[in-house]
């Protein structure tokens, strides 16, 4: 097993293929690259590949102050 970044996979055999290797589309990995969301892909021996996200959590935005004064939420 290998692990390795999303956008490292995709300049190594296409956003196409990865999106094919996950079932979703060009437009979904490209966004998720341009966001710079952390996914890392782990390569398994049989050549299938399952993905991970890094996020915080809670993954919500907190609310600032001048929102919250505002009565509005983002």
């Known amino acids: 097993m ?6 490292d996979l995709v300049a190594q055999i296409g956003q196409a293929s990865v999106a094919e290797a996950f079932g979703i589309s060009p437009a979904a990995v490209h966004k998720a690259i341009r966001l710079g969301r952390k996914i890392m892909v782990t390569v398994h021996d049989d050549g299938s590949y399952t993905a991970h996200e890094q996020r915080p959590f809670p993954h919500h935005k907190a609310v600032t102050v001048m929102q919250a004064k505002a009565g509005r939420l983002v």
């Open 2 to 7: 290998n692990q390795i970044p999303l956008p």
